[in-house]
T-cell receptor
Framework: DARVTQTPRHKVTEMGQEVTMRCQPILGHNTVFWYRQTMMQGLELLAYFRNRAPLDDSGMPKDRFSAEMPDATLATLKIQPSEPRDSAVYFC???WGQGYEQYFGPGTRLTVT | TQLLEQSPQFLSIQEGENLTVYCNSSSVFSSLQWYRQEPGEGPVLLVTVVTGGEVKKLKRLTFQFGDARKDSSLHITAAQPGDTGLYLCAGLDSWGKLQFGAGTQVVVTP
């Protein structure tokens, strides 16, 4: 049963600290998405990659967020420095092609104090 | 601003009752997806509708895509407690990105 995995599942950190979230997409999927979910804003697309190349990161605060795909089995989302307003659940999703049928991971719940 | 407006925001019903959730937009989408999300988990894809006027059934769930491909509805017949969750619609825009609605929280009590 192929699934998207994310680590860590929960992260509590103090403001100013660096946070790294990791995602392993489903093997064979060529598109990876990063979303953020909050009560106020719902699900927001932060960035996405196709064949490991970044296609769109317009939803991401560029000064503190960065997303990479070092290889086809790993995607990372970093926040440096973290701020309390970054507290949210961050989801990774993978799929094949142009956003058609995305498969979500269980999320990383981030709390920045 | 949400491109996709979902209504109602919250729905609480008794087991056995029927319910309908709506997803509306002024934009045309090439396809529309429905997801269900349970607490502590990511959204899970339920269905994708592509053709205007299309109706798809998944057991007790019926999904309809509007003729103009701007709106959709999800109808659940004889709801069960296992149907409890956050129902999200998402439209695939012309840039190939999914635009999500804010969701409808459904609670089905025994």
């Amino acid at each position: 049963d192929a699934r998207v995995t994310q680590t860590p599942r929960h992260k509590v950190t103090e403001m100013g600290q660096e946070v790294t979230m990791r995602c392993q997409p489903i093997l064979g999927h060529n598109t990876v998405f990063w979303y953020r979910q909050t009560m106020m804003q719902g699900l927001e697309l932060l960035a996405y990659f196709r064949n490991r190349a970044p296609l769109d990161d317009s939803g991401m605060p560029k000064d503190r967020f960065s997303a990479e795909m070092p290889d086809a089995t790993l995607a990372t989302l970093k926040i440096q420095p973290s701020e309390p307003r970054d507290s949210a659940v961050y989801f990774c999703a993978s799929g094949w092609g142009q956003g058609y049928e995305q498969y979500f991971g269980p999320g990383t719940r981030l709390t920045v104090t | 601003t949400q491109l996709l407006e979902q209504s109602p925001q919250f729905l609480s019903i008794q087991e056995g009752e029927n319910l309908t959730v709506y997803c509306n937009s002024s934009s045309v989408f090439s396809s529309l997806q429905w997801y269900r999300q349970e607490p502590g988990e990511g959204p899970v894809l339920l269905v994708t509708v592509v053709t205007g006027g299309e109706v798809k059934k998944l057991k007790r769930l019926t999904f309809q895509f509007g003729d103009a491909r701007k709106d959709s509805s999800l109808h659940i017949t004889a709801a069960q407690p296992g149907d409890t969750g956050l129902y999200l619609c998402a439209g695939l825009d012309s840039w190939g990105k999914l635009q999500f609605g804010a969701g409808t929280q459904v609670v089905v009590t025994p």
